[in-house]
């Protein structure tokens, strides 16, 4: 058996904890007679709505676990008259329970592995001392991961412990094993809540890893094909192209055709991504008004009437569908009933809405996306809807030439076809209907929690965005996640001058490490908490 084929982790799924007290029984009933019997063959702790279980699995089977809880009484309050006096004044402690290794696995590293992880948890969550009633068939382990004795022992037959305790610092003095476990204690599996790069699905990074080939090759030509149906569908669009870049090169083809048409247009924006729709626009020379609101303020359809009303020579409007700085989604529905009733050309940056909102595009003049974000495939492909087909136009640049891919089917200058098979891969899986479900749960978490979640339940469910309180800098608290393995967004200087960080869900992501991300972030805000309240 090797360790690395085992995984440790907390246990979150009902299958998991059904093997727990399965594992239970076999311990407590079966090996150690501490309990009695019973036909289910398995053993519910009384604590346990309140453990935390970490837990050893080879493949999907639980073979080892630790218990871990924090709340008053523990079972040592029972066995020991006035535990308190044998703790540490103002330690922060915990209570270690239901340690259990299946047999067959007890000759591997597995106890030690479980240790660690133990240990790992325990300061993350600011506990400074634990404590366990150890068997004393095992008293010699114990003792060397740095456990030490107290008091009587308890039990009686079979089932004798000894009440030990375990800190930081007994647990580093330990053997040099136990020292280069905590050495490692920082490499918890990462968990990235950025709005890009996002995590993928196991079957789009196989299939960037595919053969590279030629994008002249019939495949590749025939792949194109199937991506840009996927992607039509998507949306409910007539055209598309995709070229290699990012969304900014997509906004840049939106600018460059906007600069043939003749007069002028209007540029909404509420957020960072509106103010740099018209940083595009500067860049191209365009002519435009302006809507411009505080972030997160919304833009009105009856302001945007009312301007179209008194300025008929508009000729196109620009916005974002998600403006991702906050999260805030336009109503497109509305806007384009607007630009038939005034024959305005409505023009979208999508790039934070598609794969997160449903959303229909058939009716904008141009839209904007990537193929990371809501896709959920690499970054690095820059797409562009189209309502009606569009020649070549000499006046534009021959990268930014919307006319150039579509005369060529995509395909007029050098692609990367394993991008563009990751995201022929992706496209297959794109789901904006369990979306929403995921993002509340982690929005009600930070709430309840006692977090300050910018903008309302209508916000998108790609962007979550948590407002610090200005005694705790954002990039500060940033860290501190990163380092307890939590990915966030907040070194854009948008979100540091705001003291903002954002969770983005726009990548393929599971309900448990939704809950895992919300242990990560709420034991990273109570540490801090204390740090602060010790240092001021």
């Known amino acids: 058996m090797e360790t690395h084929s085992l995984i440790y982790k907390v246990a979150t799924e009902k299958e998991e904890m059904d093997q727990i007290n399965r594992l239970n029984y076999r311990t407590f009933v079966e090996e150690i007679p501490q309990h009695s019997t019973n036909e289910e063959k398995a053993l519910v702790d009384r604590f346990h709505d309140e453990n935390t279980y970490i837990i050893a699995k080879w493949g999907s089977e639980v073979v080892g676990m630790i218990a871990l809880r924090s709340n008053r009484p523990y079972s040592l309050d029972s066995k020991i008259e006035d535990l308190d006096q044998f703790l540490p004044k103002d330690s922060s402690t915990c209570e270690i329970r239901l340690l259990s290794v299946k047999e067959e696995f007890r000759s591997t590293r597995v106890f030690f592995s479980l240790c660690d992880q133990l240990v790992t948890h325990c300061l993350e969550r600011g506990y400074d001392m634990a404590l366990i009633s150890g068997t004393v068939r095992q ?17 009686s037959g079979d089932a004798v412990y000894q009440p030990m305790y ?56 025939e792949c194109m094909s199937k991506v840009r149906l996927r992607l039509k569908e998507l949306v409910n669009v007539n055209h598309v192209q995709v070229s290699v870049g990012t969304g900014t090169l997509s906004n840049d083809m939106v600018a460059a055709h906007l600069s043939v048409l003749p ?9 960072e991504f509106g103010y740099r729709l018209q940083d595009h626009a500067d860049r191209f020379g365009l002519e435009y008004m302006t809507i411009s609101k505080e972030w997160g303020v919304p833009v009105r359809a009856e302001e945007v009437e009312e301007i179209l009303k008194q300025n008929r ?29 005034y024959d305005v050309k409505l023009c979208i940056d999508a790039c934070s809405s598609v794969g997160v909102i449903p959303s229909d595009l058939g009716r ?43 005369k060529n089917a995509s395909i007029p200058y050098t692609h990367s076809s394993n991008l563009v098979q990751a995201l022929y891969t992706a496209l297959g899986a794109v789901d904006t209907a369990s979306r929403p479900m995921i993002m509340e749960i982690l929005r009600h978490g930070l709430i309840e929690a006692g977090f300050h979640v910018i903008g ?18 954002s990039r500060e608290f940033g ?56 240092h001021g």
């Open 313 to 341: 020579d508009i000729q196109w409007i620009w916005t974002v569908h998600c403006e991702t700085s906050t999260g805030f989604v336009y109503d497109v529905e509305r806007l384009c009933d607007l630009s038939d009733r």
């Open 456 to 473: 309302e339940e209508d916000y998108s469910p790609g962007i979550i965005t948590v407002a610090l309180p200005p005694e705790i800098p």
């Open 364 to 406: 904008a003049y141009l839209a904007t996306s990537v193929s990371g974000k809501g896709i959920g495939a690499y970054p690095g492909l820059a797409i562009v809807f189209h309502r009606e087909a569009i020649g070549p136009d000499s006046r534009i640049p021959r990268y930014l030439d919307i006319g150039q891919y579509d």
């Open 166 to 221: 375990l800190t930081k610092a007994s647990f580093e003095s330990s053997t040099k094993a136990f020292i280069r476990m905590m050495e490692r204690k920082n490499r918890v599996r990462e968990l990235s809540f950025l709005p890009g790069p996002v995590p993928m699905r196991k079957e789009v990074t196989d299939a960037f890893k595919g053969a590279t080939v030629s994008h002249r090759n019939n495949e590749f030509i």
């Open 139 to 155: 008293l010699k382990l114990y003792r060397r991961m740095g456990f030490i004795p107290f008091g009587e022992r308890v039990g």
């Open 263 to 271: 007069g002028p247009g209007l540029i909404l924006s509420n957020g």
């Open 479 to 534: 860290d501190k996640c990163r380092r307890a393995g939590l990915i966030l967004s907040y070194e854009s200087d948008y979100l540091l001058k705001r003291n903002w960080i954002q969770l983005a869900l726009m990548g393929n992501y599971q309900e448990s490490e939704v809950n895992e991300a919300l242990d990560r972030i709420k034991t990273c805000m109570d540490a801090y908490r204390r740090e602060f309240a010790t």
